[in-house]
Nanobody, 127 residues
Framework: QVQLVDSGGGLVQTGGSLRLSCAAS????????MAWFRQAPGKEREFVAA????????RSADSVKGRFTISRDNAKNTVYLQMNSLKPEDTAVYSC????????????????????WGQGTQVTVSS
């Protein structure tokens, strides 16, 4: 069993930055694929970024490439999402997710493959 706790959200102006954190319980963190998804009001949950067990592979959604960076610290059982140059359309609830399956650069964007989810943290970008 894996438990995920998201944190770091808040209110920021357009162009600002935030760093989200997701702390995982359990001793198997370094075997997990980790990802961030987001859900805006009235919209479906969408993929943001994913990272494999040692950070050797990452993937980001086109909408955040060049602005958001996913990283992980296996010694701290934590995955991060550094968000720069934030825009109002980035406003959403951001949730981390974990999966025990192998890395697949296509399937990592599919929310249905993830077994564990954090509770979510609200990010609001004002214009």
């Amino acid at each position: 069993q894996v438990q995920l706790v998201d944190s770091g959200g808040g209110l920021v102006q357009t162009g600002g930055s935030l760093r989200l954190s997701c702390a995982a319980s359990g001793r198997t963190f370094n075997t997990l694929i980790m990802a961030w998804f987001r859900q805006a009001p009235g919209k479906e949950r969408e993929f943001v970024a994913a990272i494999d067990w040692n950070g050797g592979n990452t993937r980001s959604a086109d909408s955040v490439k060049g602005r958001f960076t996913i990283s992980r610290d296996n010694a701290k059982n934590t995955v991060y999402l550094q968000m720069n140059s934030l825009k109002p359309e980035d406003t959403a609830v951001y949730s981390c997710a974990a999966d025990r399956d192998i890395w697949d650069s296509i399937r990592v964007a599919d929310r249905r493959r993830y077994d564990y989810w954090g509770q979510g943290t609200q990010v609001t970008v004002s214009s």
